[in-house]
């Protein structure tokens, strides 16, 4: 009967040791793609900077260097890409990559000082939902950023 507790235990912990490590691969493969920053290109649009998903980052004229003027309203339709180690695709520089801290303690992450958005409408790789809104939200060009 004792063998028989024993051996259930060891089971039993060798499940949970399996499940936490799956959990912590998942997590590590998640954390790679959502901390990626990489280039495409659209016919009518050009190279423009996406999160490693493909889905579009914009940077907003209101904002300065180090200092997001998007806050309340504004975060519920365009959400920062949160501050984290990224990932850059080969042909961008790191150093262009920083962080910001937020009024609300979060950290953001910006491109040559400036911070980065989602579009809340893009739900696909490649949207582009957002550009050109209010002539205020623009994709990121990388090669021409900021703009002058």
Known sequence: ?????????????????????????????????????????????????????GMTLYSFTKDAPGKSACAGECLKK?????????????GLKKADFGALKRDDGTAQATFKGY???????????????GNGIAGVWMVVDPANFPPK
């Open 1 to 53: 009967m004792r063998a028989k507790v024993a051996l259930s235990r060891k089971f039993a912990n060798a499940a949970k040791l399996s499940l936490l490590c799956l959990a912590l691969l998942l997590l590590a493969a998640t954390s790679a793609l959502a901390e990626s920053v990489k280039v495409m290109d659209k016919a009518g649009i050009g190279k423009y900077l996406t999160d490693g998903e």
């Open 78 to 90: 365009w959400p920062p890409l949160k501050a984290g180690k990224l990932k850059v695709q080969a």
């Open 115 to 129: 911070p980065l958005y989602y579009f809340i409408k893009d739900e696909a790789p490649g949207d582009i939902h």
